[in-house]
Every structure is written in structure tokens, then in C-alpha cells.
């Protein structure tokens, strides 16, 4: 009795509006830190964009979440919507997954696109969601990808990628593979453009994704402790026949190697990409 008590405690969901400061869609009064394992308000932990006020481990974060934790109040113009993936090979049940997840996250595909400022500075934001086919890049991804770009220079605006994903989507076999080339080439126009490209990886960005347009960034930032890598660490170590260091694939460790230019805490990232988008826009 006492278990289903605190059981329909905890799974309390509050559905105001998050305006007010509240948590939205929150299953639980509490949260566990899988890190440092403290339990904390579930309220308090989303107005701190879910990092763990004990350790200041980064929990997951939806893309609309940190969309409008990003962008300055009232600017946000989203593009490119109606952008959403088929089925061109035919692969058995691929239908009924993306419905399945368009109706669990209310997105229609695993990356959203907007248009608005940061910090006073008009800039193009793409954030991938891994709730959505574990942010998957198919057809539509790479569409959505490549046209922010093409966007963007029309406009000549800077570009910032939020990648959360575990590589290429394997339903649409070599389809989603190709993304990987077209994206490159629309971020290489908009280079040549003279424009300002800022890769941002947080956790997970593998396979296809960490090996494309997530590492080409004039500046290539990260979350703290995001899991970065083309293959899986079990894969490398069978095949180079060694141990590899116990920070390996993390932000962390390619920060100390030379693969980016700053691990950055979610809570100073409007901070810190407005300072370097008025840096480059010379205002």
C-alpha cells in the first residue's frame, strides 16, 4: 500500500505552462542524477536547463527546450517545418516508428531550424533531438541540414549546430549516408561566403554525424562529458588490440587533444555563443 502511494506521488505530471517557471512535462516530482545519484527537484533541475545542481552533470535536454533557452524571447522564426522523412526503400515498419515518435515528441523530424537572435546578434540555429530516432540523420535531416545552410547565406547569417545523434539511419541504408556529402558542401558554400559556422556537440554525436558536418566548424564547442566518436569503444579496442584511456570519446578528452576549441556548461551557453557572434559580427 505504502509503495502505491508514493508510487502516484512521484508520477504527478504538472502541465501548466512553463512561462510561470514550472516544469513542464515532467513525469516525476523528483530526479535522480545518474552521475553523482542526489536526488533533485524536478522544477528546480529544468530551470537550471537539467544540469544537476550537486556535480553539474548535463542531463538530456529537449531540442525546443534549449531552443528557447537559447534564443532571445519573441525573436524565434522557425523554417523549414514541413521537411519530413518517407520511406524510400521500403524498409519494414519505418512508418509506424516516425509516427510512433512525431507523436511521443512533437517534432515531425529529429532536428528542428529557426531564425532569430542570440544575445541581440540574428543568427540560424539547427538542434537535432535524439528522442527522435536517437537523432538519426535520414533524408529529411540532411534536407533540413543543408537547406539552413543555403538559408543562411541567402541571408548572410551565422550558423549554429546543435548534434545530438547517433549517426546515419540505417532504414534508409545508403540514402542517409549521402546526407553526410551534402551537408559538407552546403557548409563549404557557406564558407565561402565568409560566414561564421559554430559546430556544437552534445551528447551523444557519433557515427556519420561526428564524422561530417559536426567537425568542420570554424569553432567546434561541446557540452561537458558528451559522448563523441565515430565507432563504439568496445569496436576500437577489439580491433587495435589495446585499452583504451577510461575518458576516451569524451568531450573532455578531445578538448585536451586538440579537437575542439572549448568544452562549454549548458548554463553559460547563451553567454558564451553571444560573445562570440558579437565578436564576428564586429558590433
Known amino acids: 500500500m505504502l509503495k502505491d502511494l508514493f508510487s502516484k506521488l512521484n508520477k504527478k505530471v504538472n502541465e501548466t505552462n512553463r512561462n510561470d517557471g514550472t516544469f513542464e512535462n515532467s ?5 535522480k542524477c545518474p552521475n553523482c545519484k542526489k536526488i ?4 528546480e533541475l529544468y530551470k537550471r536547463l537539467n544540469v544537476c545542481t550537486n556535480c553539474e552533470h548535463h542531463l538530456p535536454i529537449t531540442a525546443p527546450d534549449r531552443m528557447e533557452a537559447l534564443m532571445d524571447e519573441g525573436t524565434v522564426k522557425p523554417i523549414l517545418e514541413n521537411i519530413i522523412s518517407a520511406n524510400p526503400l521500403n ?9 510512433k515518435d512525431r507523436e511521443k515528441t512533437g517534432l515531425n523530424e529529429a532536428v528542428i ?3 532569430g537572435t542570440i544575445e541581440g546578434t540574428p543568427s540560424v540555429v539547427a538542434i537535432m533531438d535524439s528522442r527522435f ?3 538519426s540523420m535520414g533524408s529529411a535531416v540532411g534536407e533540413k ?5 543555403e538559408y543562411a547565406t541567402e541571408r548572410r547569417l551565422p550558423v549554429i549546430v546543435f548534434t545530438a545523434s547517433g549517426g546515419a539511419r ?5 540514402i542517409s549516408l549521402m546526407q553526410m556529402a551534402k551537408v559538407s558542401v552546403a557548409i563549404e558554400r557557406h564558407n565561402q561566403a565568409g560566414l561564421l559556422y559554430i559546430a556544437y556537440m552534445t551528447n551523444p554525436t557519433t557515427g556519420g554525424v561526428s564524422a561530417s558536418f559536426a567537425s568542420v566548424g570554424d569553432i567546434n564547442l561541446a557540452e561537458r562529458g558528451a559522448l563523441i566518436g565515430f565507432a563504439g569503444r568496445r569496436v576500437i579496442e577489439e580491433t587495435i588490440k589495446e ?9 573532455e578528452f578531445l578538448l585536451k587533444h586538440g579537437q575542439l576549441d572549448e568544452v562549454v556548461n549548458r548554463r553559460d551557453m547563451k553567454n558564451y555563443l553571444g560573445r562570440i557572434l558579437k565578436l564576428h559580427s564586429g558590433v
Open 91 to 99: 524498409f519494414p515498419n519505418y512508418e509506424a516508428k516516425l509516427n
Open 170 to 174: 540505417m532504414q534508409e541504408g545508403i
Open 243 to 251: 585499452k583504451l584511456p577510461d575518458d576516451f570519446q569524451t568531450a
Open 133 to 135: 530516432r536517437m537523432g
Open 40 to 43: 533533485l527537484y524536478s522544477k
Open 113 to 115: 531550424c529557426a531564425e
Open 145 to 149: 541540414l543543408a537547406r539552413t545552410f
Open 27 to 31: 513525469e516525476s516530482i523528483m530526479t
